[in-house]
């Protein structure tokens, strides 16, 4: 809840919100400053950062794979190609033999349970977004014509939901990762 007790808002409405709530209430914050403090805020459950020194010992687990030599957990991960060979549908197949309870894809070893999924795919529209789910399992179309998503995907933005890859969309991507 917000201090006057409203609910929060939405992460791409924090700034504009709290840069509206500083000027009325003061002191006045510019984005800059609101940015940082929203950063400041999301790494104080976690503590301070510290950095590494000579004198520590350094726990440094090996890396850890989802789909064994090629993507790596919690890490970043690209899949690099020429535009439509298949790369999304390729990710596609894989979350669905993952959740569906295959060992392994394409004879590479799929690592735990497959987890949450959330799809930020901006370049393409809902309708393709669908039938590419439909087509693994992943979604669904209703008897009244609507979809629904299936299994492990917990959400989706399309062309047609147009978040944007700025801060506010940024933040609302890293607060769904937490949440799932």
């Not at 808002?9 to 504009?16: E, G, N, P, T, V």
């Not at 919100?17 to 914050?29: A, D, I, K």
């Not at 790596?72 to 899949?79: I, Q, R, V, Y």
């Amino acid at each position: 809840m917000n201090p006057d007790g409203s609910p929060f808002c939405k992460a791409q409405d924090r700034a504009i919100e709290l840069r509206e709530w500083s000027r009325r209430h003061g002191p006045y914050l510019n984005g800059d400053e609101i940015r940082r403090l929203i950063h400041e805020a999301r790494a104080e459950p976690a503590g301070a950062v510290e950095m590494l020194t000579p004198e520590q010992e350094i726990t440094a687990p090996e890396e850890t794979w989802l789909w064994q030599g090629v993507l790596l957990k919690a890490d970043s991960n690209m899949l690099i190609s020429l535009p439509k060979v298949g790369k999304t549908t390729l990710l596609i197949a894989m979350i669905a033999a993952w959740f569906h309870g295959a060992q392994s894809y394409l004879g590479q070893p799929l690592v735990g349970t497959c987890p949450p999924v959330v799809i930020v795919g901006p370049d393409m529209p809902r309708i393709r977004w669908m039938k590419l789910l439909k087509r693994f399992g992943l979604a669904e179309q209703t008897t009244g014509g609507k979809w629904k998503l299936l299994g492990p995907i917990k959400g989706l933005f399309s062309k047609s939901e147009a978040i944007q890859l700025d801060d506010a969309g940024l933040a609302r991507i890293a607060d769904l990762a937490a949440a799932h």
